[in-house]
């Protein structure tokens, strides 16, 4: 670029002159040697350097003496606004601390514009590039304060993003993007999960596991940086002995072995605390299931005694069996047996279905045959393995009246009837004979009560008031004489056993009067002795009083015989050895004592 022209006067010889810039000043000019002419040799930059001195020499070309003059051209450079406004930001120290309060200062911004002269930068423009409205600047042509105009949460929003653009006065303008740091501080508790995630990451624990079982890993979770989110985890309350947890990894192990049976769960609290300055701390409940295990048996009560009627039939409920499992679900069901849909046989007479229910599954009970049915149940639960169980069950059989009593004597002959002998010598009060009968039943029904029937046929009846009977014991004695001439006649006394239940049964007595009796029963097989028991077979009671006197004189002879005896046998020798002492001589005697003495006349010891 053409910058002007130095014009050279000389008198004479003009054209012979040359113009030359010197080297140190001829940056970043250049002058024409002839026209003057001087000209930029690159482009200048007023905000590098604003004034130039340019020393111009001319020499002209006399010989032998060339002359040279030297001037000076000044050069000064107009600014144009070629520069936009330049911003500094720091971006290490854009940072402030989250819960600071409102206007607080973040960093100062230096602004420079490089043009000179009245420009300068006079238009500020700070715009959000985060949806934030918590940072404005403010300042001078050189210097801006970035300011928060709230206080700000690190948690939610870690970091704003600003575009500034600043115009000088000529609308040239800058732009600059940064972002501005929220500091953490310890303003965030820990948190544990929801409660429905608690029961996800903390399963059930089987029982009669070891202790240092461990169960889950419940962590918390801080918001906060990680200098300020270290968590320490602890248990609280009185599962303290029972649950630990780590206190940097949070796992929850047992340290003690659990029974469900026990307890079936543990509520525990578990603690959250995070960095010191100051310790936030949080906690949560959390229950531990206790998961089953098959450890238990079907238990009994104890052991069952049913009654039962008998004449009971088939399908009759007896009763039922009720087993207990302390476990739960399969581990705690029970059956007996436990194959559906079927029973389980007794002696094919009672009968357990798989619920524990006792039936009567085929034959009718019957008291007199079998009075109590023992049978023993086994209980087993769903379980694996299988648990079992056993209990003893006592069916006792009630009776019922289906017996009727059965005469013993008097018997059925084989004619129908029991002949009984009886002496026209007996007297009033006299026993002639016992009634006995028997009833299978118990209690009430089994008792028998004995009655005369007074009803006749085909035999006169003996004479009414004659016999009196006893209706509890039996006994048929004589109330009255008899006559002599009923010898050899009969008459029939008609009998009937009852017992409580009203079954009754009935049987007839032929009474034969006899002179000599010499046997009390006379015809039918099924009589019994009892009608001996008190008047003997051959004569009356003074012939049985005499007999029994002789043979107890007889007895009392024999052992005086035998005693004397005994005495004679052994006190014979002894006599014997006196005699034979008494008869020794003297001198003898003087022998034998001499024999057991010494010298000097001592006897020895």
């Known amino acids: 670029e053409r910058l002007g022209q130095r014009r050279v006067q000389q008198a004479a010889d003009v054209q012979h002159h040359q113009l030359r810039l010197p ?51 000044k050069v000064l450079v107009t600014d144009v606004n070629d520069n936009a406004p330049q911003i500094v930001v720091n971006r290490d120290s854009l940072t402030v601390r989250e819960n600071s309060q409102p206007i607080s200062t973040v960093d100062y911004i230096s602004v420079k514009d490089r043009d000179v002269g009245n420009r300068q930068t006079d238009a500020f423009s700070l715009t959000r590039m985060s949806g934030s409205d918590a940072v404005s600047g403010s300042g001078s042509q050189v210097l801006l304060l970035l ?83 270290r968590t320490v985890y602890s248990v609280a309350g009185n599962c303290q002995h029972d649950i630990g947890i780590g206190e940097l990894n949070a796992t929850v192990y047992a340290k003690v072995t659990f029974d469900r049976e026990t307890n079936a769960s543990i509520r525990c609290e578990l603690r959250a605390t995070d960095a010191e300055n100051p310790a936030l701390k949080s906690h949560v409940e959390v229950v531990i299931v206790i998961a089953d295990e098959n450890d238990n048996a079907p238990t009994f009560p104890g052991n069952y005694t049913f009654r039962v009627n008998e004449s009971r039939t088939k399908g ?92 013993v004597f008097p018997g059925a002959g084989s004619d129908g009837d029991t002949s009984l002998n009886v002496s026209i010598s007996d007297r009033p009060g006299d026993t002639v004979a016992k009634l006995t009968a028997v009833d299978d039943d118990e209690g009430a029904n089994g008792v028998v009560t004995f009655f005369v029937d007074a009803s006749s046929d085909a035999m006169p009846q003996c004479e009414a008031g ?17 006559k ?108 034998r004592k001499a024999a057991h003495t010494t010298d000097n006349g001592s006897i020895p010891h």
């Open 147 to 229: 300011q928060a105009i709230r206080s700000l949460d690190r948690e939610q929003q870690a970091a704003h993003a600003l575009s500034l653009t600043c115009s000088d006065s000529d609308g040239v303008a800058s732009t600059e993007n940064f972002t501005v740091s929220v500091g953490d501080v310890n303003d965030s508790p820990p948190v544990f999960p929801r409660p429905e995630l608690v029961a996800r990451l903390l399963p059930p624990l089987r029982e009669n596991s070891p202790p240092g079982t461990v169960i889950g890993r419940l962590a918390a979770t801080d918001a906060d940086e990680p200098q300020n989110a």
């Open 23 to 73: 080297a140190p000043s001829a940056r970043p000019f250049a002058i024409h040697p002839r026209s003057g002419e001087i000209r930029l040799t690159s482009a200048l930059d007023a905000e590098t350097q604003q004034r130039y001195e340019i020393y111009v020499s001319v020499t002209d070309n006399h010989p032998p003496s060339p002359r040279t003059s030297v001037s000076i051209v």
């Open 316 to 407: 009759h409920l007896i009763g039922r069996v009720e087993a207990k499992d302390l476990d739960e679900g399969d581990n705690g069901r029970w059956c007996t047996p436990c194959a559906p849909d079927t029973l389980w046989a007794a002696g094919r007479t009672i009968a357990v279905s798989p619920d524990g229910r006792i039936f009567l599954a085929e034959s009718i009970l019957d008291r007199e045959r079998q009075a109590a049915h023992i049978l023993q149940v086994e209980a087993q639960d769903f379980g694996r393995p299988r648990q079992t169980s056993v209990v003893w069950i006592r069916i006792v059989v009630l009776d019922e009246n289906d017996n009727a009593p059965r005469f």
């Open 466 to 482: 004659l016999f009196r009977l006893d209706p509890e014991q039996g006994h048929v004695t004589l109330s009255g004489p008899i």
């Open 484 to 591: 002599r001439a009923w010898l050899g006649t009969e008459c029939l006394l008609a009998l009937e056993a009852r017992d409580g239940g009203g079954k009754a049964s009935k049987q007839r007595l032929r009474i034969r009067f006899v002179s000599d009796l010499r046997h009390r029963l006379d015809g039918g097989n099924g009589g019994s002795g009892d009608a001996n028991n008190w008047r003997g077979k051959d004569g009356p009671p003074e012939m049985i009083i005499v007999t029994v006197c002789v043979l107890l004189a007889f007895l009392v002879l024999l052992c005086l015989v035998l005693l004397a005896a005994y005495f004679c046998y052994y006190m014979q020798p002894a006599r014997a050895a006196r005699s034979a002492s008494a008869r020794v001589p003297n001198g003898a005697n003087g022998q």
